[in-house]
């Protein structure tokens, strides 16, 4: 066998099979799923997710499942991303901020559709795996990278037209809250309020300087490790 030549027929191999399996997760997962915005579809169907996951993950990219990560954390999945991101209705020009970014995938669709991102990150072997991953797939400052407790959100930026907590929380902090632009909209996961109830995708809205929330769908992911309660002290 002519190893020159085997190499890149194998590595040509692997791309086409990464790209067969974003559309069958185009056409099967997120189609069927309520995932109607062309852009999003668009978005995901041309993003490689499997370069936002560490190497010995990437054959689970498209899996129908949050995809685990070091540091009890999760690349979600990709319908859950897609439909959350849906339910902030990105305009061209948006400012965006992303909390919890992980690897950044979600940052990347959302940058995608025309919203300039701030995506906050405090574990710096995610926030590596992201800004390899973003490197070369936007036009530059399409994603501001910044590694920070995701729990505050980012004042320095605000205010935002959107908001994206990348994970289950426990509430929607006042704070964050306070950081939306008057009409801004907010899309995390609510953890469920008690054993046998469903943890709930929920979008809110900013208006006359109150915010509320609607539940949108049921949404299982894990916990981000920033946004819980530190443990009682028991004597």
Same mark, same amino acid.
Request: net charge negative; hydrophobic share 50%.
């Given at each position: 066998?002519?190893?020159?030549?085997?190499?890149?027929?194998?590595?040509?191999?692997?791309?086409?099979?990464? #790209?067969?399996?974003?559309?069958?997760?185009?056409?099967?997962?997120?189609?069927?799923?309520?995932?109607?915005?062309?852009?999003?579809?668009?978005?995901? $169907?041309?993003?490689?997710?499997?370069?936002?996951? !560490?190497? &010995?993950?990437?054959?689970?990219?498209?899996?129908?499942?949050?995809?685990?990560?070091?540091?009890?954390?999760?690349?979600?999945?990709?319908?859950?991303?897609?439909?959350?991101l849906q339910l902030l209705r990105i305009r061209d020009?948006?400012?965006?901020?992303?909390?919890?970014?992980?690897?950044?995938?979600?940052? #990347?669709?959302?940058?995608?559709? &025309?919203?300039?991102?701030?995506?906050?990150?405090?574990?710096?072997?995610?926030?590596?795996?992201?800004?390899?991953?973003? $490197?070369?797939?936007? !036009?530059?400052?399409?994603?501001?990278?910044?590694?920070?407790?995701?729990?505050?959100?980012?004042?320095?930026?605000?205010?935002?037209?959107?908001?994206?907590?990348?994970?289950?929380?426990?509430s929607v902090p006042d704070a964050i809250a306070a950081?939306?632009?008057?009409?801004?909209?907010?899309?995390?996961?609510?953890?469920?309020?008690?054993? $046998?109830?469903?943890?709930?995708?929920?979008?809110?809205?900013?208006? #006359? &300087?109150?915010?509320?929330?609607?539940?949108?769908?049921?949404?299982?992911?894990?916990?981000?490790?920033?946004?819980?309660?530190?443990?009682?002290?028991?004597?």
């Open positions: 066998m002519d190893l020159d030549h085997a190499q890149p027929r194998v590595v040509a191999d692997a791309e086409d099979g990464m #790209a067969t399996a974003r559309r069958f997760m185009v056409d099967g997962q997120l189609r069927p799923n309520k995932v109607t915005d062309p852009r999003l579809l668009a978005a995901m $169907g041309d993003l490689p997710r499997e370069r936002f996951l !560490p190497p &010995g993950l990437a054959a689970r990219a498209y899996a129908d499942e949050d995809v685990r990560l070091p540091g009890a954390r999760a690349l979600m999945q990709p319908m859950a991303i897609a439909r959350l020009g948006d400012r965006l901020l992303v909390l919890g970014a992980g690897t950044g995938y979600a940052a #990347a669709v959302a940058a995608s559709c &025309g919203a300039r991102v701030v995506a906050v990150e405090s574990d710096a072997a995610l926030l590596a795996i992201a800004r390899q991953a973003l $490197g070369g797939l936007l !036009p530059a400052g399409a994603v501001t990278l910044v590694r920070a407790d995701p729990a505050p959100g980012h004042a320095a930026g605000a205010p935002y037209d959107a908001i994206l907590i990348e994970g289950e929380v426990p950081q939306l632009a008057e009409g801004g909209r907010l899309a995390t996961v609510l953890a469920a309020p008690d054993r $046998g109830a469903s943890s709930r995708a929920v979008w809110g809205v900013r208006h #006359a &300087g109150s915010f509320s929330v609607t539940d949108a769908f049921d949404c299982a992911t894990l916990p981000l490790p920033a946004f819980q309660p530190a443990p009682a002290f028991v004597f």
